[in-house]
């Protein structure tokens, strides 16, 4: 909630229940201009090649799915181990490693790591559901990293997939 600049109101009466009243700001809605600059910007795909790394069997088939869908070719992996041998094995250039942050045998800056090591030059966008994680400072993104919240929606995905692809090189 205070990541999204609203708070939770709590009353609680014994015998009679709890309500939890939640508060966000207002959001005004986009102007049409507004709205065309997105969908033009999400209904781009591509046809590089992703390495997701993801520990989540749903996510990371789903994510797959929607990935393959927009044209990308995906090299799926569930931990940081597999990705690493993805990567040593793969033959082509690997464009992106979209990874999550908090897995079991490697985290997610580990992970870019070690797939660096065999594909240099690669670009890195990190997920997380968690908020409170080392990733965010003060529930800020530090500079120059790329960076998704889970959960997020398929458009949403699209966008910044394609934002981190399109930036120059760092």
């Given amino acids: 909630m205070k990541q999204s600049k609203g708070f939770i109101w709590v009353t609680s009466e014994l015998g009679i229940g709890t309500t939890f009243d939640v508060f966000l700001p207002r959001v005004h ?29 749903g996510v990371r088939s789903g994510i797959s799915r929607l990935l393959a869908g927009r044209g990308y070719t995906v090299l799926s992996a569930r931990g940081g181990n597999e990705a690493s041998a993805l990567a040593a094995s793969h033959e082509h250039n690997i464009h992106l490693v979209l990874t999550d942050v908090v897995m079991p045998d490697m985290n997610g800056f580990e992970v870019v790591d070690a797939v660096r090591s065999h594909a240099r030059g690669v670009k890195a966008l990190f997920m997380s559901g968690f908020s409170d994680h080392q990733i965010l400072q003060n529930g800020e993104v530090p500079q120059g990293l790329a960076f998704i919240h889970k959960p997020f929606s398929p458009t949403a995905l699209s966008k910044k997939i394609r934002e981190v692809l399109d930036a120059d090189a760092r």
């Fill in 29 to 57: 809605p986009p102007t049409g201009a507004e709205v065309f600059k997105r969908v033009e910007a999400v209904d781009r795909g591509g046809t590089e090649t992703i390495l997701l790394v993801e520990d989540d069997d």
